[in-house]
C-alpha cells in the first residue's frame, strides 16, 4: 500500500496541554502516522475537532488525568484496539494497536515504575514480560510491525547523560533494560540507531532539572521499533528539539523516522 511512510512518537504531557504544538507540528511534518502518549483525557473529552480540521483521523483511549494514548492517521485505520487483552491487568489506556493496509501500528506508555522498591517497579517489569508474549500470540517477526511509544527505558550507557549515577533509576535500572532486551529479540530493530550511533540524543528531559533541554541533561525513552521487513526500508530516524522549545512544551520531545519503498 505505502510507497513512503512518516511515523512519529510525542509524549505530550497532555493533549489539551499541548494541541498547539501538536498540530503545528502536523502542519509542519504532515507524517502519515503520530503516536501520542499521556493523553490525560478520557474519551469523552478527547479534543478531536482539530484534528479532524487539520485532516486527520485518530484512534484513542484514555483516562482521566494520567495516562491515554492515541495514533493520528492520515489514512482509515482497521482492526483498532486497546489493552494487552491477555488475560491480564488490560490496562487499555497504555496500549493501542491498529492497522493500515499490511503494516500494523502498536503504540505504547510502558508503565514507568516510579520506584526500585516499589511494586510498580516488578509491575513495570511484568508488563514488558506481558509485551514479549503478546508479540508472540498476535504477530510475527516477518510481517510490516512498527512498536513506538514512550517505553520508559533507555536501553544503553549512551542513552542516558549519566549512566554511572542513574543505574539504579527504574528507567535504566538492569532489570529494566534487561526486559526490553528480551522483547527486542523477539524481531524489532531500533530504527533511530540504524542512524545515529551518537551518544547525547535524547527525547525527554526533566522538568525539574534546571536548564535540562540547554545542558542536554536528557534521556532516550522513547522509541521507534520495527520488525526487519519494516526496518530494512527505513531512510531516516530524528529527534525534533522544536516541540520541546516550544512555549509551554511537554517535557518529552517527537521521535520520527521515515521509510521508503
Request: contains cysteine; charged residues 25%.
Amino acid at each position: 500500500m505505502f510507497t513512503s511512510l512518516k511515523v512519529a512518537t510525542f509524549n505530550v504531557n497532555s493533549v489539551r496541554s499541548r494541541l498547539e504544538v501538536v498540530l503545528e507540528w502536523l502542519n509542519r511534518e504532515s507524517p502519515d502516522f503520530l503516536c501520542l502518549q499521556e493523553t490525560k483525557v478520557q474519551d469523552a473529552d478527547f479534543p478531536l475537532d482539530p484534528f479532524v480540521t487539520a485532516g486527520y483521523r485518530v484512534a484513542f483511549r484514555g483516562q482521566k488525568a494520567h495516562g491515554g494514548v492515541a495514533i493520528v492517521s492520515k489514512h482509515e485505520m482497521e482492526d483498532v484496539r486497546a489493552g494487552l487483552d491477555d488475560g491480564g491487568p488490560l490496562d487499555e489506556a497504555r496500549l493501542i494497536r491498529v492497522r493500515v493496509g499490511d503494516v500494523s501500528i502498536v503504540n505504547t506508555y510502558v508503565p514507568q515504575g516510579r520506584d526500585i522498591e516499589s511494586p510498580h517497579f516488578q509491575y513495570k517489569l511484568d508488563w514488558l514480560a506481558r509485551m514479549r508474549r503478546w508479540f508472540e500470540t498476535n504477530y510475527s517477526a516477518n510481517e510490516l510491525l512498527l512498536w513506538a511509544g514512550d517505553f520508559n527505558v533507555a536501553p544503553d550507557p549512551i542513552d542516558v547523560h549519566d549512566p554511572k549515577r542513574l543505574t539504579k533509576h527504574v528507567d535504566f535500572h538492569p532489570e529494566a533494560r534487561a526486559a526490553l532486551e528480551h522483547v527486542r529479540q523477539w524481531g524489532f530493530v531500533d530504527v533511530f540507531r540504524m542512524h545515529c550511533a551518537e551518544s547525547g540524543k535524547y527525547t525527554y528531559w526533566d522538568y525539574r532539572v534546571p536548564s535540562s533541554l540547554d545542558r542536554n541533561l536528557g534521556w532516550r525513552i522513547d522509541h521507534i521499533w520495527a520488525t526487519q521487513p519494516l526496518a530494512q526500508h527505513s531512510t531516516r530516524a530524528w529527534i525534533d528539539l522544536e516541540p520541546r522549545r516550544a512555549q509551554k512544551p511537554s517535557d518529552h520531545t517527537v521521535l520520527a523516522a521515515e521509510f521508503s519503498w
